[in-house]
């Protein structure tokens, strides 16, 4: 089993940034495939961002691209999503996630955080 922690939801203005922090614990975190989801209301979820186990594979959803970044610290077990220049429609639960290693094509986790509130207000 892998627990999953977030950190790092508030309320924010359009234009600034915002840091997410995922700790994770209960399995080797060097080993596991990572990123994010978020589910705005009344829409599915819908993934973020991923980075792979070995930090070689890294895609984001369109929407997100050139302004959110993921990355890895497996010495501290954690990943990070970093949002710069957010926007209104980027307000949504954030859900950090983690799987064993699979084809980064690939939208299946396992491991779900409980979520953190990002709000963006124009």
Known sequence: ???????GGGLVQAGDSL???CAASGRTFSGLD???FRQAPGKERARVAHISWIGRFIKFADSVK???TISRDN???????E?????PEDTAVYYC???LPKASSSTAYD???????VTVSS
Do not use: C, H, I
């Open 75 to 81: 010495a501290e077990s954690t990943v990070y999503l």
């Open 19 to 21: 840091r997410l922090s």
């Open 66 to 68: 050139g302004r959110f």
């Open 83 to 87: 949002m710069n220049n957010l926007k």
């Open 34 to 36: 990572v990123g994010w």
């Open 1 to 7: 089993q892998v627990q999953l922690v977030e950190s």
């Open 111 to 117: 491991y779900w955080g409980q979520g953190t509130q």
């Open 97 to 99: 996630v983690a799987r």
